[in-house]
């Protein structure tokens, strides 16, 4: 067989190597902490003590605004306990004006009343009738928001 010298070519087979990564390093965070409770209710305290401390009391205590955030949400929606006995507890007793006569419900006007719910701004609930008196319900809900 006759080969024709002009018609042999080359082939560059040459790998080009891209660069790798020689060292990796690992950051082990540490271990995972957990909060008491009552150290979560007092971290949410402290972020409500002036307007706008959620990021700098976040960050004084090592933890995300976002993880903060989670629990003042479930501080308000009671699943942190209040910490503090019944400290917090705030007795509603509401009387009648001198000379209104008092009516006893029946329970068909009770069945047919409804209800409605107040939500403070503090996350204090309060569930009244329909039918309250609103003056009384605004002295209660003022002496909920005082409470922190």
Same mark, same amino acid.
Request: proline fraction near 5%; avoid cysteine.
């Given at each position: 067989? #006759?080969?024709?010298?002009?018609?042999?070519?080359?082939? #560059?087979?040459?790998?080009?190597?891209?660069?790798?990564?020689?060292?990796? =390093?690992?950051?082990?965070?540490?271990?995972?902490?957990?909060?008491?409770? =009552?150290?979560?209710?007092?971290?949410?305290?402290?972020?409500?003590?002036?307007?706008?401390?959620?990021?700098?009391?976040?960050?004084?205590?090592?933890?995300?605004?976002?993880?903060?955030? #989670?629990?003042?949400?479930?501080?308000? $929606?009671?699943?942190?306990?209040?910490?503090?006995?019944?400290?917090?507890?705030?007795?509603?007793?509401?009387?009648?004006?001198?000379?209104?006569?008092?009516?006893?419900?029946?329970?068909?006007?009770?069945?047919?009343?409804?209800?409605? $719910?107040?939500?403070?701004?503090?996350?204090?609930?309060?569930?009244?009738?329909?039918?309250? #008196?609103? $003056?009384?319900?605004?002295?209660?809900?003022?002496?909920? $928001?005082?409470?922190?």
């Amino acid at each position: 067989m #006759d080969v024709n010298i002009d018609s042999v070519r080359t082939v #560059d087979l040459t790998i080009e190597k891209r660069p790798q990564v020689s060292r990796m =390093e690992i950051v082990d965070s540490g271990r995972r902490r957990r909060f008491s409770n =009552e150290a979560k209710l007092a971290i949410v305290a402290e972020s409500y003590s002036a307007p706008r401390q959620v990021t700098a009391t976040a960050r004084r205590h090592g933890i995300t605004r976002f993880q903060l955030n #989670d629990w003042r949400k479930a501080a308000r $929606e009671g699943r942190l306990g209040n910490g503090r006995g019944s400290e917090g507890f705030v007795p509603a007793l509401l009387f009648p004006e001198p000379g209104m006569p008092v009516v006893a419900p029946n329970n068909s006007s009770t069945a047919q009343s409804g209800l409605m $719910e107040v939500v403070s701004a503090n996350g204090r609930r309060v569930i009244v009738n329909r039918d309250v #008196d609103v $003056e009384a319900l605004l002295r209660i809900v003022r002496g909920l $928001e005082t409470l922190r």
